[in-house]
């Protein structure tokens, strides 16, 4: 049985691959996560602010948009706050890629161009096999256009694929108004790869301290269906590979994923919930249920349920929309 894949040009010897998490922090964890399978890994976020903290330009970018709302600025950490800054962060990626076989792949945060081109070169002299734009940014800007903020993205993208040789893939949010066109202009950019989807982290209330409490939610398998729906409708109509990378607790999650068209899907939230070991779950499960439904390889079944290969088309779009409603109505009755 074949269960390689190709993700962003680079050959996997299956589709399981380690989303940044905080268990990248430790060398130590990259050989434990490659004994448990995993065909590549993605290191934790390097933020902008964290490459650019003195620079004047990013007191700029906090501040913008949120003059309004001077309580928002607690939201952001100090810039001491973080435990790794980018020297510290390029020698455990050098380290990383001398002590594993399987890729690694850096990850920057950000969502200017200030840093990320110098910073992603280094990250190639470090060894990286590619890496993971998570361009995260929340417009609070109430006279912020849309099309401004689609222009950010791009303009990043631009930047860093003008600057390294090594695959850039780009982590999106599923909150832009016309997912599916830019999707296209990531593509037409120059991306190698777009992960479906960013989580936003969003504050919670704290009704007995009155507190604005910002604590991190783990995923759960409920959370596929979005990026699921958008991986099925790109599959087959985009050059970049695909990256599912929300909710997966079990190789449920991960079958659904590449009969949707993954080409590779991502886990943090079960890796930290059941441990490094959850990754031999996911490719032995994985296994078994090819072996069962007699499939020769994982490129035989990726995709297998797409929008473009599927006998029910409608089964992506607003005509199954109606018949949900209308099917949960009649066993409501």
Not at 130 to 145: D, F, H, K, R, S
Request: proline content about 4%; some cysteine; overall charge negative.
């Amino acid at each position: 049985m074949d269960l390689r894949t190709n993700y962003m040009g680079l050959e996997l010897k299956h589709p399981v691959v380690a989303s940044a998490s905080p268990l990248s922090e430790k060398l130590d964890n990259f050989r434990r996560m490659e004994d448990a399978g995993a065909a590549a890994v993605v290191m934790f976020s390097l933020f902008e602010e964290q490459i650019k903290h003195e620079n004047a330009a990013i007191e700029h970018l906090i501040t913008s948009g949120s003059e309004s709302y001077a309580e928002s600025l607690s939201f952001f950490p100090e810039f001491e706050d973080y435990e790794t800054g980018p020297d510290e962060y390029l020698n455990l990626l050098r380290r990383a890629t001398e002590a594993v076989a399987i890729p690694v792949i850096g990850s920057l945060n950000g969502i200017t161009n200030e840093g990320w081109v110098d910073t992603a070169r280094l990250m190639q002299d470090a060894g990286a096999s590619g890496i993971e734009l998570n361009a995260y940014y929340i417009p609070a800007n109430l006279y912020t256009e849309g099309r401004e903020v689609e222009q950010r993205y791009l303009e990043v993208l631009k930047a860093v694929k003008a600057e390294v040789s090594i695959p850039v893939a780009m982590k999106l949010s599923p909150y832009f108004s016309a997912t599916g066109n830019m999707a296209r202009q990531f593509d037409e950019a120059g991306a190698d790869a777009l992960v479906l989807f960013n989580r936003f982290y969003q504050p919670d209330m704290d009704l007995q301290e009155m507190a604005v409490v910002t604590d991190l939610k783990l995923s759960t398998p409920a959370e596929i269906r979005l990026p699921l729906l958008w991986i099925g409708m790109l599959h087959g109509r985009i050059n970049a590979s695909l990256a599912a990378t929300t909710g997966v607790h079990s190789p449920v999650e991960l079958i659904k994923y590449l009969l949707a068209g993954a080409d590779v899907v991502m886990t943090t939230s079960g890796m930290l919930q059941q441990g490094i070991g959850f990754l031999t779950t996911l490719v032995d499960g994985l296994r078994e249920w090819m072996e069962a439904r007699e499939y020769a390889s994982v490129t035989q079944l990726q995709g297998s349920m797409s929008q473009v290969n599927c006998l029910n088309p409608d089964a992506f779009e607003r005509a199954n929309y109606i018949k949900i409603l209308e099917s949960y109505k009649a066993e409501y009755k």
